[in-house]
């Protein structure tokens, strides 16, 4: 193993580590008393201590911090203040959900992006690349959650076409077990927030790929092709894109990570039972534990995300490894 890669896993080791100890302290110093959602005053002094032991309230800070670290060395996430469950039980199910969401609408978004700027880039100066251009900066700049909005006006509401929200119709699963994810209930209500995500992240890639294409056009290896007697469509698809998708490619992994994250509002707007909607649950009931986890789990797609995104470079540009 190269001194690069040994440099890198250790700094990803180290930006866990220190995540992970931020988010223990930085939720037990908010405003509240966590164990209210769980212990009521109402209960008889050893209820309550009962209940402090079962969540491991009883001990020092200092104690729950080493606690917490040994039993994540053991994917021990603690139970959930809330529902009284294993942490780990609640965000499995969950993170299918948001997987299932995010995943396809973001590859269906590269695919698309990419192949739309490099078509829009190599025919600069058109009317087509200035419209594609005002349209993607403007739903870039416009919030997820007003485009969400609209959506549901248009298409759920007014023309009746999706539903407002949810996995499934309510009652059509009571299970919820793995039958509903191949139903066409469940596509039925997927199509909609698949449509948004797909629509709002499918302008970092265009823009990127455009950038990337105008950058390329005036290789020499470009005129080198032209004079060889290919023609433009091969020109682009051949040389120019081949040349173009090292960014993409590398940005993808990160890209990925990052909308898992920001899959928070998406799903809230259409109530999707996923990761982004488990943490604002989380957080409004003060459930530190699946709080804790839920942003634990970001932090770990996030460094594993980088170092894909490290790997996909070294694999396109090896001199990366021997600086």
Known sequence: MSSF??????HSVITLFTM?????????????DPTATVISPA????????????FGLDKPLWQQYFSYLSNL?????GLSFHTGRPVSEEIGGR????????FPSMIAAYALGSYAGAIIGWRRGSKLE???VFLSTSLQSAPVFWLSMIAILFFSINLDLFPVGHIVTPGMFPDEDWRMYFSLDFLHHLALPFLINTIYNFCFPFLLMRSSILSTVGEEYIELARMKGLTEKAVLYRHAMRNSMLPLATTLPMTLSGAVAGSVVVETVFSWPGLGLLMVEAVGHSDFPMVQAAFLLIAVLT???????DFLYSVLDPRIVNQ
């Open 303 to 309: 460094v594993v995300g980088t170092l894909l995104a």
């Open 5 to 10: 890669w040994i440099r890198r896993l250790w």
């Open 20 to 32: 992970l100890t931020l988010m223990f302290f930085m939720f037990r110093l908010l405003p509240g």
């Open 130 to 132: 200035t419209i594609m």
């Open 95 to 102: 993170l299918i959900n948001t997987i299932l969401l995010v």
């Open 73 to 77: 060395a053991s994917f021990d996430f």
């Open 43 to 54: 209960l008889y002094p050893k209820a309550q201590e009962a209940l402090k032991i079962q």
